[in-house]
């Protein structure tokens, strides 16, 4: 698994709840290591942490925002100029 795929998985369970804590430290180190990446991934952890889910959401609506959040990740790492070999695949 390439550095920039590795990333956007590791993000992607970060914004689920889902990421160990080796996992997050993980996360943490590839992204000093990629400071283009690191920025953006930051703008967005900022927001999502900002929003506030007043009501239940199925597990379909979870999943096609989390799919459409990383579609979003990855446009604006490729505006960045970093290239990634694959893009995330919306449901």
């Known amino acids: 698994m390439d550095v920039e795929t590795r990333i956007l998985t590791l993000a992607a369970k970060k914004l689920a709840n889902e990421a160990t804590k080796k996992e997050l430290g993980e996360l943490n180190n590839l992204l000093r290591k990629n400071r283009a990446i690191e920025s953006t991934l ?17 597990e379909k609506d979870i999943d096609e925002n989390i ?12 505006v960045s100029g970093v290239t990634t ?5 919306v449901c």
Do not use: C, G, Y
């Open 67 to 78: 799919a459409l959040v990383l579609v979003k990740v990855h446009e604006r790492i490729n």
């Open 85 to 89: 070999s694959i893009a995330p695949k």
């Open 42 to 58: 930051n703008s967005i952890f900022d927001s999502w942490d900002n929003i506030h889910f007043d009501h239940a959401l199925s």
